[in-house]
């Protein structure tokens, strides 16, 4: 068989294969109402009160972060399993996996929040597995007033045993989020429902959890 015979072979298989759609751009924005609703599995139980690890995770703005210095101070931190990008498909199945949908309406929550947390004097990151060459895409993208830290060898996820699913072969964070003060974790989110509203409870619930000066 000639290499032109096996091109138009490989070809001719190619084209009467299946392809998931590319999602539309503003579906990336959007929450699906008929999502499933994730529940309390127990896998955060142990976090409150802990002391934050001394692990360093690179972040999208080019700088090393030491997690227990940023403890120091009120922090949060939201972590979600994977941003998509416009033009990618949503694989299947992804959706049917409670608390896998709504990583990019969060990320516009919290930046559209982000005035207010810092009026909380709180300081806002965000976390994923995914690394900061790929997280860095939907800074740029979102125009992201806060940087996201990249977990990409699990450093910090094992060493608080923070839960998390596999997909497609690939391990990822559940949705969760800490608040970090005083060096501990003084507060986690978990499972966070509806994503696109989390920043509002968080705000809330900031403002009635107040630190003296």
Not at 3 to 8: D, G, V, W, Y
Not at 126 to 153: K, M, N, W
Request: aromatic share 8%.
């Amino acid at each position: 068989m000639t290499r032109r015979s096996l091109f138009a072979l490989a070809t001719a298989g190619l084209a009467g294969q299946q392809k998931d759609p590319p999602v539309k751009k503003n579906d990336l924005y959007n929450i699906p109402a008929d999502l499933p609703v994730p529940v309390d599995d127990g896998a955060c139980q142990h976090l409150v009160g802990m002391q934050v690890p001394a692990i360093t995770l690179m972040s999208t703005a080019n700088q090393r972060v030491n997690m227990a210095e940023a403890a120091r101070q009120r922090t949060v931190v939201y972590g979600y399993p994977r941003t998509g990008k416009p033009g990618a498909a949503i694989p299947k199945g992804w959706d049917a996996i409670p608390g896998a949908r709504g990583c990019t309406p969060e990320t516009c929550s919290f930046r559209d929040h982000y005035k207010q947390l810092r009026e909380l004097k709180t300081q806002v990151f965000g976390l994923s597995t995914q690394t900061p060459e790929y997280q860095q895409e939907v800074v740029e993208r979102l125009h992201l007033p806060f940087a996201i830290l990249s977990d990409a060898d699990f450093s910090f996820t094992n060493a608080l045993r923070l839960p998390t699913f596999e997909f497609e072969g690939v391990r990822l964070l559940k949705r969760l989020t800490l608040i970090l003060s005083n060096g501990k974790i003084e507060k986690v989110f978990y499972p966070v429902f509806p994503p696109d509203k989390h920043a509002e409870e968080v705000v809330a619930w900031l403002a009635g959890h107040a630190q003296a000066n």
